[in-house]
C-alpha cells in the first residue's frame, strides 16, 4: 500500500522546468514542502508565487563550486530537515565526441556527476543523524546501454549508476534509501542537442515520454513501505526501439 507523503520535505535540483518542475508539482499535490533549487532566480520567484508557501525557492549555481557548497546549509536555514533530495539537474552533449569541445565536457561532467556527489556528500551526514531519508538522482537509458550516438553523455550517466548503486549499499545500515530513475527521451529543452535526424524519428514515431511520466516513477518510488528500496526504475517510451 502506498504511504503517505503528506508533510515531508524535499529538495529538487533543476526544479525550474522540465523533470524537475514536473516532481515539484506533484509532490507539492501530495502535501510535501519543496525546496526548489535552480540557477533561474526569475523562474523560481515566478513559480514560487504561483504555488504557494510549499514551494521555498533555493537559487543556486550547480557549476560554480561555492555555491553548490552552500546549498544544503542554506537549505537547512529555511527548512527544519531534510527528508527527500531529488538530484535532477543535468545537461546534455549528443553527437560525435570529436565534435564537442574541451570545455563542454567539463561542464557537462561537472553537472551531472560532480554536483551531483557533491550534493550526496553534503545531506548524507544530516540523514544519516536521522537515520532515515530518501536520495534519488535522474539518470538515463544512457547509463545502461553504450549510445554510442552521445558518448559524453552516457560516460556521465555510467558514473552515475556506478555512484548510486555503491551509496545504496553504504546507506542501508542508516535506513537512508538511494536510487535513481532512468528515462528514456523525454521531452525537454535537453533535446535540442540531439543529433537532428535521431530526433525527428524519436517524434515521428511517438518515441518521446512527458516529464510527467518521470514524475510518476520518482512519486511511486518514493511512497513504498521503508522496507522496500527501488534502486532504478527505466522507464521508456513504448515505441523506443534504439536500445
Avoid at 546549509?73 to 527544519?80: G, M, R
Avoid at 527527500?84 to 561542464?107: F, M, S
Avoid at 540531439?194 to 510527467?212: C, F, M, Q, V
Wanted: hydrophobic content about 45%; charged content about 20%; aromatic content about 6%.
Amino acid at each position: 500500500m502506498p504511504q503517505s507523503l503528506d508533510g515531508k520535505i524535499a529538495v529538487i535540483t533543476g526544479a525550474a522546468s522540465g523533470i524537475g518542475l514536473a516532481t515539484t508539482e506533484r509532490l507539492l499535490a501530495d502535501g510535501v514542502t519543496v525546496v526548489m533549487v535552480d540557477w533561474n532566480a526569475q523562474a523560481l520567484h515566478d513559480l514560487a508565487s504561483k504555488f504557494g508557501g510549499r514551494a521555498i525557492p533555493q537559487v543556486t549555481n550547480l557549476l560554480d563550486a561555492d555555491s553548490c557548497a552552500a546549498m544544503i546549509p542554506e537549505v537547512l536555514k529555511k527548512v527544519e530537515h531534510i527528508d527527500i533530495l531529488y538530484c535532477n539537474a543535468g545537461t546534455y552533449i549528443g553527437g560525435e565526441l570529436t565534435d564537442t569541445t574541451a570545455e563542454a565536457i567539463d561542464k557537462m561532467l561537472n553537472l551531472n556527476v560532480n554536483a551531483v556527489m557533491k550534493n550526496v556528500h553534503a545531506v548524507a551526514p544530516h540523514m544519516m543523524q536521522r537515520k532515515t531519508g530518501d536520495i534519488i538522482v535522474t539518470c538515463s537509458i544512457a547509463g545502461h546501454f553504450p549510445t554510442y550516438w552521445e558518448p559524453v553523455y552516457a560516460g556521465s550517466k555510467w558514473a552515475i549508476t556506478c555512484f548510486v548503486q555503491t551509496m545504496r549499499r553504504q546507506m542501508i545500515p542508516y535506513g537512508v534509501r538511494v536510487g535513481q530513475v532512468s528515462p528514456g527521451p523525454v521531452i525537454s529543452a535537453l533535446l535540442a542537442d540531439w543529433p537532428e535526424e535521431n530526433l525527428r524519428k524519436a517524434k515521428e514515431s511517438g518515441s518521446l515520454i512527458d516529464p510527467g511520466e518521470v514524475a510518476d516513477a520518482v512519486e511511486y518510488m518514493l511512497t513504498r513501505t521503508r522496507n522496500v528500496t527501488i534502486r532504478d526504475m527505466l522507464v521508456l517510451p513504448t515505441n523506443f526501439d534504439r536500445v
